[in-house]
C-alpha cells in the first residue's frame, strides 16, 4: 500500500494555481484532498492532488491553461451530490470546486431568461425567480444543496419531468472554458438560434469531460398559479402502473405522477407512522398544475381515470394542508429507505412508460435471486424509476451480489428499450456498462468529440466515456 | 467513554449511516460561510470515519483492494470488463489508499462544528452528528490534551460550582477595573461591559455584567405562592446563576402567582454540555451523573417537573448527555426517566399551566421578534409555545424574522475560537433582526442573549435583547415598575457605521454567503 505523504503536485504548480485564486482558494493538504475524495455515490473515493475554488471566468481559464501546460487532468464539482461518481477525482489532479461563484447575474422577466454562475445553489434560484412570479421547473432530489452549473452538466431531472421536461430544457446558453483554456459562448439570450450546431445541447449532459462551464443561460416559465394533488393507493402494481399511461391518455399532463411500492411503503410506515392502509402495493402521487379553470378541468379528469383505475382507496389535496400531507410519504421516502442499512445505492434505470409494469416485475425478480432488499420509487410519469438497493459496503459478499443484480438490472432496462441512466449520469457507476446501450461506433464517435474538445484528455478523465469490449 | 477504548467506538455504526447525500449542507451554518467540505457535517463525518474506521471503496476499479470474487448468479450477464477508460490519455496518478492525515490535521473542522442540530434535523438517515463529533473531540482532547484557557475554564471554573459562584462574586466587584460599563459609554450598552485592556479578541466584546448577588442568594429572599400549590424544580445553568439572574427571578414570580413553588437546589452544578462538547467527557460525566442525583431525589420528593431556561442546559438534561454513557444501559435508563421531567419553562407555561399574562402593557407598543434558540427548537422541539407566549402579551408586536430557527454563531464559547465565523454566520441574523425593524429580540438561551447583546452593540442596530420570560413577568408589574426598554422610532439596519461592520472585524465582510476568501480562517489561542 503506498500511501502518499505529499500532494502530487510540484511546489512550482501549487503556487501557480494559490497566485490565481488566492492562497486560501488553493487547498492541497490531506484534510481537503479527502474531503474532496468523494460524492453522493457510495462505494466510490480516490483523492485530488488539490482543490482550488475560482471566483472568476478569468480564474477558471488561469486554472485550465496552467493544467493543460502541466498535463493535470481537472475534475470538475460543484456541491458534489453526484449519483454516479461523476466527481470522485478518479485520476488525481485537480478538483475545481464552483461552491464560490455563486451569483445570479440576472433575471429577465420579460425575456423569460436568468444568466447565473455555476455554483449557484437550485433551490436558492428557484425563490428567488418564483418571488417574481416566474418558475424554474427542474427539480432535482438534492436540489437544495446541488448546484445549477452541477444540473446542467449532468443534466439533472426531477419531479417534474413528465410536463416540463428537464435541465436541458431550460438552457439556452453557456459560457465556457474549453480545455485549452479558452473561452467560448454557445447559444443566446433568445429561444430562436439555428446558428451553428447545437453546442449548448451538446455541453449539457457532457458530465464535465468537454468544458467547464463559468455561466449560464436559462429559460424560464411563467409559474403556474394554481395546483392539486392527488393520492391513491392500489393492491397490485400492475394496476397503479396501468393508471399511469390512463392519465395521459385522457389528456391530463401532470407535473407530478410519482409512484412507490410495497418495501417503500412499508419502509416509510415503519419510520414514519403515516396510519398508511395495511396490505399496499403501490401508491401514486398525482399532481396537476397551472392556471385554475385548467387544473379544475383536469382535476375532474384525475378523478374520472382514478375511479376507474382500481385503486382501492385515493383521496384529493384541496388544500395546502392536506397537499403537506398527501406529500409526507414521498417525502419520507429516501429517509425511510436509507435508515434500514447503512448504504443506499441509487440506481435510475428508466424505460418508456408502458414498461414500467415489466420493469417492476424484473426488479422483485432481481432483488430475490440475489437476495437484496430493493425499494422502488420513482417518477413514474416518464418511466424514470429508482431502485434502491439496501446494503452494507463493509459486507463484500452482499457488494458481489449487488454488483451483479446491477448488471443484470441495466440489461432488463435495455431489453425493454429503456435506458441505463435517466438523470443521474454516467460517470464512473455505469461506465463499464455504457456500451451495452451505445455500442462500440457511438462509443467511438463519441471519444472523437471528447478529443476535438479535449485533445490531451483533461476534463474528468475516466469518466461518461465507456470501455470498449 | 466506557474505562477503556475510545469515546468514538460506540459510534462507529452511525458512522457507516452517513450516505454523504449532503443535506447537511443545505442548513449547515459554518458551510454557508465557507462553502467548503471540510466544514459541513458530512465532510467532518468523513474526516472522523478515515480517522477511526475508513469504509471500503469496493466500487473502484483501481482500488488495488477491490479484490474480485465474481459472484455466480442463478442467471445474471456477465459483469462486464471494469479497469480505466481507454480514452483517457493523462497520467494516471498512483491513488493512495488513505492519506497521511495526521489526526492534529482535524481540529480545524472537527471544533469548527457550531453543534446548532441544523444537520441531525435535515439528514435523512438519521445521523447522530452531534454524539459523534463530540465523541471524536473527546478522543482528540485525549490525546492532544486541551489549551489551557478551555481547561482552566471548563475543568476548573465551570466544574467547581463554589469557584463560579466566588469567581462571579468576585468579579461583581472587580469587573469595574478591567471592563468599561457600557451603560454611560453606549446608548445601548445598560448593562454590558467591554474589557477596558486590550485582551487578544475579545477586547471589543460585549459581556453581560456579573451579578452582585447571584440567582441562589436573590430567590432565597422571594417569596413564595400563598396556600396549595404545585412544586417545580428549577435549573438555572451557569450563565442564568451569575450574570443573568433577573431571568430565575422573572420565572419564580411568574410561577408563584400561578400557585407554583419553585424550588432551586443549590448543589446544581454545570449541565456538562461545555464540557461534553469541547471534549472534557470525564468532567462531563461528573457532572451528570451529580445532577442526575439531585434530579432524581427531587422527582422521588414529588416534585412534576425540571425547568429549564436556557436551551442548552434543557437539551443537554433531555437527551444530550445520554451520549456520555454509550454502552451503559443503566445510567441511560435513568436519564431517559429524569429526562422524560425536564421541560424548557415556556413549553410549561403554555402546555401546562395555559399562561395568561397580568393585566399591564408590556415594552410600551414594541416591535418584537422571536430568535429560536438552536437547543430548543431542535434539541428539545419547542417551537410554538415561545411565539404563542407572545401574542398572549399585551401592547407588543410581535413580527416573525426570515430564518429564525438559524444559529446565531453563539454556540457556547465558539466566538472565542472561530470569531470571524462567529461574527458573520451572526451577521445573518441581525440582517434578519434589522428586516423586521424590531426593536426587542426576545429569545429564551442566555448563550444566544449573549451573542446577540454583542451584535446589537458592535453594529449599532439600536435593539434589545431580553429573554421572554423577562417579558411575560413585565405583564405582572405597573410600567414604573418595569424592565426599561430604551424605546426608539425604528431599528437601523446592521453595519450601518463603517467601523462597526462586520466588515472590519473580518477580512472582507461577506453579505449573503461569504466566501473562504473573505474568511482568514485562524483559530485563536485556544
Given at each position: 500500500m503506498a500511501v502518499q505523504r505529499e500532494p502530487n503536485l510540484s511546489p512550482g504548480l501549487r503556487q501557480q494555481l494559490a497566485r490565481?485564486?488566492?492562497?486560501?482558494?488553493?487547498?492541497?493538504?490531506?484534510?481537503?484532498?479527502?474531503?474532496?475524495?468523494?460524492d453522493s455515490t457510495p462505494g466510490y473515493r480516490a483523492f485530488p492532488a488539490a482543490v482550488v475554488l475560482p471566483a472568476s471566468t478569468e480564474e477558471v481559464a488561469k486554472v485550465v491553461r496552467l493544467c493543460a501546460e502541466a498535463g493535470l487532468g481537472i475534475t470538475p464539482r460543484g456541491a458534489g451530490t453526484n449519483l454516479s461518481g461523476g466527481t470522485v477525482p478518479v485520476k488525481g489532479g485537480v478538483v475545481v470546486c464552483f461552491t464560490r461563484m455563486q451569483k445570479i447575474v440576472s433575471?429577465?422577466?420579460a425575456n423569460q431568461t436568468a444568466v447565473v454562475e455555476p455554483g449557484v445553489i437550485t433551490a436558492r434560484f428557484h425563490q428567488v425567480v418564483e418571488a417574481q412570479g416566474l418558475f424554474f421547473p427542474p427539480d432535482p432530489g438534492s436540489q437544495s444543496v446541488s448546484t445549477l452549473g452541477g444540473n446542467v452538466a449532468e443534466n439533472a431531472g426531477g419531479l417534474r419531468g413528465l410536463k416540463y421536461g428537464v435541465t436541458r430544457d431550460y438552457v439556452l446558453g453557456l459560457e465556457a472554458v474549453l480545455a485549452d483554456g479558452s473561452i467560448i459562448q454557445t447559444g443566446s439570450e433568445t429561444l430562436k438560434n439555428v446558428t451553428g450546431y447545437n453546442l449548448t445541447q451538446l455541453l449539457c449532459g457532457s458530465e464535465g469531460t468537454l468544458a467547464l462551464f463559468t455561466k449560464l443561460i436559462l429559460r424560464l416559465v411563467p409559474r403556474p398559479p394554481a395546483r392539486r394533488s392527488f393520492l391513491a393507493y392500489f393492491a397490485d402494481i400492475q394496476r397503479a402502473a396501468a393508471t399511469v399511461p390512463a392519465l395521459v391518455e385522457a389528456g391530463v399532463l401532470p407535473a407530478t405522477l410519482e409512484i412507490m411500492d410495497r418495501i417503500t411503503l412499508q419502509a416509510v410506515e415503519d419510520f414514519a407512522h403515516l396510519g398508511l392502509p395495511g396490505g399496499l402495493a403501490a401508491m401514486l402521487l398525482i399532481e396537476v398544475d397551472g392556471q385554475p379553470a385548467q387544473v379544475e378541468a383536469e382535476a375532474a379528469t384525475v378523478e374520472v381515470v382514478l375511479s376507474r383505475s382500481g385503486a382501492s382507496e385515493w383521496q384529493a389535496a384541496r388544500d395546502e394542508s392536506t397537499r403537506n400531507r398527501i406529500w409526507s410519504a414521498r417525502r419520507a421516502a429516501l429517509a425511510a429507505l436509507s435508515r434500514r442499512r447503512p448504504a443506499t445505492i441509487l440506481e435510475d434505470v428508466t424505460v418508456p412508460r408502458r414498461q414500467i409494469p415489466a420493469m417492476f416485475?424484473?426488479?422483485?425478480?432481481?432483488?430475490?435471486?440475489?437476495?437484496?432488499?430493493?425499494?422502488?420509487?420513482?417518477?413514474?410519469?416518464?418511466?424514470?424509476?429508482?431502485?434502491?438497493?439496501?446494503?452494507?459496503?463493509?459486507?463484500?459478499?452482499?457488494?458481489?451480489?449487488?454488483?451483479?443484480?446491477?448488471?443484470?438490472?441495466f440489461d432488463a432496462a435495455l431489453s425493454l428499450g429503456g435506458v441505463l441512466s435517466g438523470e443521474h449520469g454516467i460517470g464512473l457507476a455505469k461506465n463499464r456498462f455504457l456500451h451495452r446501450q451505445l455500442g462500440q461506433t457511438v462509443i467511438i464517435l463519441q471519444r472523437d468529440i471528447k478529443r476535438t474538445f479535449d485533445p490531451q484528455g483533461l476534463l474528468n478523465p475516466g469518466k461518461a466515456l465507456g470501455v470498449i469490449p | 467513554m466506557s474505562t477503556n477504548g475510545r469515546a468514538i467506538d460506540p459510534f462507529l455504526a452511525d458512522l457507516d449511516k452517513c450516505l454523504r447525500c449532503g443535506f447537511c449542507m443545505a442548513v449547515c451554518p459554518t458551510y454557508a460561510e465557507t462553502a467548503r467540505e471540510d466544514y459541513v457535517a458530512r465532510g467532518r463525518l468523513n474526516l472522523i470515519q478515515q480517522q477511526v474506521k475508513p469504509l471500503p471503496v469496493p466500487f473502484l476499479a483501481e482500488d488495488p483492494e477491490h479484490v474480485k470474487e465474481p459472484y455466480k448468479p442463478p442467471a445474471a450477464g456477465e459483469p462486464g470488463n471494469g479497469g480505466s477508460n481507454g480514452a483517457d490519455d493523462v497520467a494516471e496518478q498512483a491513488q493512495p489508499r488513505n492519506l497521511a492525515i495526521n489526526a492534529r490535521d482535524i481540529r480545524e473542522p472537527l471544533f469548527s462544528c457550531l453543534g446548532c442540530l441544523a444537520c441531525e434535523t435535515a439528514c435523512p438517515s438519521g445521523v447522530p452528528v452531534t454524539a459523534i463529533v463530540s465523541a471524536a473531540r473527546a478522543d482528540f482532547v485525549g490525546r492532544y490534551g486541551m489549551s489551557a484557557v478551555k481547561r482552566m475554564a471548563i475543568q476548573g471554573v465551570l466544574a467547581h460550582p463554589a469557584f463560579l459562584a466566588w469567581g462571579a462574586r468576585l468579579a461583581s466587584f472587580g469587573q469595574g477595573l478591567f471592563f468599561q460599563n457600557l451603560s454611560?459609554?453606549?446608548?445601548?450598552?445598560?448593562?454590558?461591559?467591554?474589557?477596558?485592556?486590550?485582551?487578544?479578541?475579545?477586547?471589543?466584546?460585549?459581556?453581560?455584567?456579573?451579578?452582585r448577588v447571584p440567582l441562589a442568594t436573590r430567590l432565597r429572599h422571594l417569596p413564595g405562592p400563598e396556600g396549595p400549590h404545585r412544586r417545580v424544580a428549577f435549573f438555572p445553568g451557569c450563565l442564568l446563576s451569575v450574570a443573568y439572574t433577573d431571568v430565575g427571578v422573572a420565572l419564580h414570580n411568574l410561577l408563584a402567582k400561578r400557585g407554583v413553588a419553585m424550588i432551586t437546589p443549590a448543589e446544581w452544578v454545570c449541565c456538562g454540555l461545555p464540557a461534553q462538547v469541547h471534549g472534557a467527557w470525564a468532567t462531563a460525566r461528573q457532572q451528570v451523573l451529580h445532577n442526575l442525583k439531585i434530579m432524581e431525589a427531587l422527582l422521588d420528593a414529588g416534585v412534576e417537573r425540571v425547568l429549564t431556561a436556557c436551551a442548552s442546559c434543557g437539551s443537554q438534561l433531555a437527551h444530550h448527555a445520554a451520549a456520555l454513557f454509550a454502552g451503559e444501559p443503566a445510567v441511560q435508563g435513568r436519564l431517559q426517566r429524569a429526562a422524560e421531567?425536564?421541560?424548557?419553562?415556556?413549553?410549561?407555561?403554555v402546555d401546562v399551566l395555559d399562561f395568561q399574562p397580568g393585566p399591564f402593557v408590556v415594552a410600551g407598543s414594541m416591535i418584537v421578534t422571536y430568535h429560536d434558540p438552536c437547543h430548543l427548537v431542535r434539541g428539545l422541539g419547542v417551537r410554538e409555545q415561545p411565539r404563542e407566549l407572545l401574542r398572549r402579551l399585551p401592547g407588543i408586536h410581535p413580527v416573525e424574522m426570515k430564518e429564525a430557527d438559524r444559529c446565531c454563531g453563539g454556540a457556547g464559547i465558539y466566538f472565542l475560537e472561530h470569531p470571524d465565523?462567529?461574527?458573520?454566520?451572526?451577521?445573518?441574523?441581525?440582517?434578519?433582526?434589522?428586516?423586521?425593524?424590531?426593536?426587542?429580540?426576545?429569545?429564551?438561551?442566555?448563550?444566544?442573549?449573549?451573542?446577540?447583546?454583542?451584535?446589537?452593540?458592535?453594529?449599532?442596530?439600536?435593539?434589545?435583547?431580553?429573554?421572554?420570560?423577562?417579558?411575560?413577568?413585565?405583564s405582572e408589574h405597573p410600567p414604573a415598575e418595569q424592565r426599561r426598554y430604551r424605546s426608539r422610532t425604528a431599528a437601523c439596519s446592521p453595519g450601518t457605521t463603517q467601523s462597526s461592520s462586520p466588515g472590519e472585524r473580518v477580512a472582507a465582510a461577506g453579505t449573503g454567503n461569504a466566501s473562504p476568501a473573505n474568511l482568514p480562517f485562524r483559530l485563536c489561542g485556544f
Open positions: 490565481i485564486v488566492g492562497a486560501e482558494n488553493c487547498l492541497t493538504g490531506p484534510v481537503a484532498r479527502e474531503s474532496y475524495a468523494y433575471v429577465d422577466a416485475a424484473t426488479i422483485q425478480s432481481i432483488a430475490s435471486r440475489y437476495q437484496l432488499e430493493i425499494g422502488t420509487f420513482g417518477h413514474a410519469g416518464d418511466g424514470n424509476l429508482h431502485p434502491t438497493i439496501l446494503c452494507d459496503l463493509r459486507d463484500r459478499k452482499e457488494i458481489n451480489r449487488v454488483e451483479a443484480a446491477v448488471a443484470e438490472l | 454611560r459609554q453606549l446608548p445601548d450598552g445598560a448593562g454590558h461591559q467591554r474589557p477596558r485592556c486590550r485582551l487578544p479578541l475579545v477586547s471589543r466584546r460585549v459581556f453581560p455584567r456579573a451579578a421531567h425536564v421541560q424548557d419553562a415556556t413549553a410549561y407555561l465565523l462567529s461574527a458573520t454566520i451572526r451577521h445573518h441574523k441581525l440582517q434578519a433582526i434589522a428586516q423586521t425593524r424590531a426593536q426587542l429580540v426576545a429569545t429564551a438561551c442566555p448563550a444566544c442573549m449573549m451573542q446577540l447583546e454583542d451584535g446589537l452593540v458592535e453594529e449599532q442596530m439600536g435593539a434589545e435583547t431580553v429573554h421572554i420570560l423577562q417579558l411575560l413577568d413585565d
